[in-house]
């Protein structure tokens, strides 16, 4: 709430005859000040601290900061930002709810009132990630596997229906409805957001963080919003401001059309690579220019949602016309039309082509010379054009077998088979980024028309599955007629939610796995999504990659990554004759006249009329009532987190590091998903020897992510990623390291923490450039902590992942400029200490602390950036920090 307006921002405006009180931009003037020429995100930010002003974390000269922005500065003012609202996933939202209901019990355990710990900013789920394609292939697939998640996933529901009940300004959308982002865009986001506070009705900008990293797709309607961790994303429920320093802006222009045969996953493949090269990791990109009006919102959306690809903090559109027309076809209220436009040009916030705000640095990308194209083995800004694709796969093939022609003969549905490396054993079409966009989804289907009037069928290796992000897209399909070409190529509804992309392709064909596993071959898969890590999609899939909709159904037809997808048939006509792509690949206007034809409002005002309602399934869940939750100490999916545990109600003070050993040294690109315990749970891991301990059958383990709110199984998850490399462990790939602490024999990660916890040593990991790059995983911070890690030194950061850990009590460190462990000469066998944290006992932050590893001595950067991180490390952790300010204000 603000109490100072230092600028007599505060005004009304009258939309319609309904009065909105709001804080006008253009109030901020005086020398230096030019808010006209700010980028549009920037705008959004100053008027969040207008609105929030209150003399104390928000102040006239923070304000003045951000209007006299200079873009050419590198990031050095910190302010404070107050989203709107929290969007989550179940797969980071169920341990969110868990840490509120443990919260509620440490607050009444220092003498507080439990019902304080209650959202402040409305919180919205979305349970989207827990659904797996364990059938596919025919018309029972989405209802067979809705049972199956209900059966697999009923505590956690339950416990969500609790929360949902408990919790005031807190909504659940139930399984089966979509993914969370295009649900966000199609219904959540409001653009221009209302509330009543002290009898006013405010209107500001739609803002959000999310605890996914693709809360991005929601840039593309207008709303500045991204990805944190779940911890972060609790703070802001309660009611505190994200710290941030104000970024350095890229302007991305825009000009010209996408040629024909180029879709929307071409172009954001293109941006992908423009911006990895560029570097913006921990900048705002913006796009701006001619080529942004004629950019349909789909693709937009699609492109914001690449942001943590390219590493951007958003990748944010300006508001205009397509922006309100989106809202309107997506069942917005005329009054909400009415209302964004008109506080958008009020505000200056309303984007105008042939206007150019001042920006930190500029790309300019022409669409007319986007080509198709596809990304991978391993990395999504990895693009190679679809011409090259063949070749481009030979020569990665060389990284993961020596026989580069080995072949395996296997029986399957009464055929003799053979199958290769690049075989395509999965082709899935999933993920938000792409179904959320009707071009390419519709192209997909006509796609799969073409092809079966043609008489061509998938490759019998393929496993195919369709999971839309929105009950909306099986409404256009079963409209424009569409549903029965993509069932016959086995490309049948598997789900609605996120399911190949976050690793739920549940199990290859029986037989094709045998063969993979017997041959050990480089098979791949091909998805529309946007992530294709390593060990990310399926255990027997070595290399995946990224395409277009349409592309998925092409390399399902055509059953391998090797050869020309253009000059090779893709099969025989019933007339014997082959069948190439040009043959079957749909115009843009047919794709157009299906698009106009199939969609309408209607669809999205029935399907989100009861959004949060849920179905039979859902309603009749039995659900525990009461303030605090009633845990069941037997349950593997739901236990009360440690974090409180012991904790005094005043912060200790912040020690010094000594006698630490490493626990893993680690190598460049080490991913959240290397960290963060993610996908099946193997029965000889620890994790599964934890649940065969309390009674699970191995065909109830269920995912990592289905356990989140079960810290004992995610501990012994943690760092266990199948394509993790620990130098320590030489020759091991997964959760291995040496055991310092006892005879120096080879272990599994979890089993040596406990020895070194048990003997009272802190642990340290040491690691390479872009430590932590992909999802926004709180589990890889909080696994990371549990595990009894002090501190990581790194050579360089992903922004999420340095703040998870902050946000946990683990120190971030950085090498110094050019060095790196190798260069150093550090081994991972050292003991090391850290002596200088304790300054931070005195309220400032030290620029470097003195590192003592054996012989070697090196002064390592502290990478806490901000006062408000520093507040957070002082008490142990963010929910620390946020639970002893609540109990302080009585």
Known sequence: MASKDSFGAKSTLDVDGKAYEIFRLDAVTGEGLDVASLPFSLKVLLENLLRTEDGANITADDIKALAGWDADADPSKEIQFTPARVIMQDFTGVPCVVDLATMREAMAELGGDATKINPLAPAEMVIDHSVIADVFGNPEAFERNVEIEYERNRERYQFLRWG????????????????????????????????????????????CVGT?????????????????????????????????LIPRVVGFKLAGDLPEGSTATDLVLTITEMLRQHGVVGKFVEFYGPGVSALPLANRAT???????????????????QTVDYLRLTGRSDEQLALVEAYAKTQGIWHDPDHEPRYSESLELDLATVVPSIAGPKRPQDRIEVTSAGSAFDTALGDYTDEPEKKVAFSLDGQELELEHGAVTIAAITSCTNTSNP???????????????????????VKTTLAPGSQVVTDYYERSGLTPYLDKLGFNLVGYGCTT???????LIPEVSAAVNEGDLAVTSVLSGNRNFEGRINPDIKMNYLASPPLVVAYALKGTMRGSLFDDPLGQDTDGNDVYLKDIWPSPSDVQSVMDDAIDTDMFDRRYADVFKGDER???????????????????????????????????????????????KLGDSVTTDHISPAGAIKKDSPAGTYLAEHGVEQRDFNSYGSRRGNHEVMIRGTFANIRLRNQLAPGTEGGFTKDFAGDGEITTVYEASEKYIAAGTPLVVLAGKE?????????AAKGTALLGVKAVIAESYERIHRSNLIGMGVLPLQFPAGESAESLGLTGEETFSFTGVTELNDGTIPRTVKVKADDVEFDAVVRIDTPGEASYYRNGGIMQFVLRSLKNKG
């Not at 992309?501 to 199990?507: A, E, L, M, Q, V």
């Not at 430590?771 to 589990?779: L, V």
């Open 164 to 207: 949902q009940g408990a919790f005031d300004d807190f909504k659940v959308v139930p399984p089966g409805t979509g993914i969370v982002h295009q649900v966000n865009i199609e219904h959540l986001a409001r653009t221009v957001f209302t509330r009543e506070v002290d009898g006013e009705l405010q209107a500001y900008p739609d803002t």
């Open 212 to 244: 996914d990293s693709h809360t991005t797709m929601v840039n593309g309607i207008g709303v500045v919003g991204w990805g944190v961790g779940g911890i972060e994303a609790e703070a802001a429920m309660l009611g505190q401001p994200v710290s941030m």
């Open 303 to 321: 492109i914001g949602n690449m942001s943590p690809e390219f590493g951007s903090t958003i990748a944010v559109f300006p508001i205009d016309e």
């Open 439 to 461: 071009s390419v989804m519709i192209g997909a289907a006509l796609l799969a028309k073409n092809a079966v009037d043609k008489g061509l069928a998938r490759k019998p290796w």
């Open 501 to 507: 992309c976050i690793g739920n392709s549940g199990p």
């Open 618 to 664: 859902w309603r009749s869940l039995s659900t525990p009532e009461g303030d605090t939750f009633a845990w069941d100490e037997d349950s593997t999916y739901v236990r009360r987190a440690p974090y409180f545990d012991g904790m005094p109600a005043e912060p200790e003070a912040v020690t010094d590091i000594e006698g630490a050993r490493v626990l893993l």
């Open 771 to 779: 430590y932590g790059s992909g999802s926004s995983r709180d589990w």
